[in-house]
């Protein structure tokens, strides 16, 4: 019995002596980590300029698909256009009419207006995600003046009333 271990042993011994005697391939060299393919592919799907975005914000506030103007609009889009009235006049003036010419910044060639059929000026921004609708800058310049308009609509209305003869 014990020549039968000895001969398993050595068998085993023989085999990993021969085993290390082979030549491994080296290991491969690392390959150099790639970016990933959505920022590309995102900004190649970017519109080119803020005129495209502009019909594509007209386009769904035709059908009332707010959630895609949210899309092409600067982070916190919702949240700028939630008191009342702000998102219904987003969508009035994009639904009142085309698009027209796109006027970059002189001093900034990542600012640019988009006039509008009805005489609204749309504000647009260049980022690394392409041209995206500028809620803040909008909601600067057409928020202030409705509510001024509505404080004096108030004002007007709020005077004293006269008093009125009873009836006879």
């Known amino acids: 019995m014990k020549v039968r271990v000895l001969g398993i042993l050595f068998s085993v011994l023989s085999l990993t002596l021969v085993g290390c005697g082979q030549k491994t391939p080296p290991p491969e060299e690392p390959q150099p980590v790639q970016p990933a393919a959505a920022p590309a592919a995102a900004l190649a799907a970017a519109p080119a300029d803020a005129g495209a ?3 594509g914000m007209v386009e769904a506030a035709k059908a009332k698909d707010m959630d ?3 899309s092409v609009s600067t982070p916190g889009a919702a949240e700028a ?3 009342a009235g702000l998102k219904d006049g987003v969508m009035g003036a994009l639904a009142g009419g085309p698009c027209g010419e796109v006027k970059v910044a002189a001093d900034d060639a990542n600012r640019a207006t988009v006039q509008l059929k009805g005489g609204k000026e749309l504000p647009f921004v260049k980022n690394a995600d392409g041209w995206r609708f500028d809620v803040a800058t909008y909601v600067a310049k057409n928020a202030a003046p409705a509510a001024a ?7 007007k209305r709020g005077g004293a009333k006269k008093k009125g003869k009873k009836g006879k």
């Open 53 to 55: 975005v502009c019909a």
């Open 81 to 83: 256009l939630a008191p």
């Open 68 to 70: 895609k103007i949210f």
């Open 149 to 155: 308009d509505k404080g004096a609509k108030g004002a």
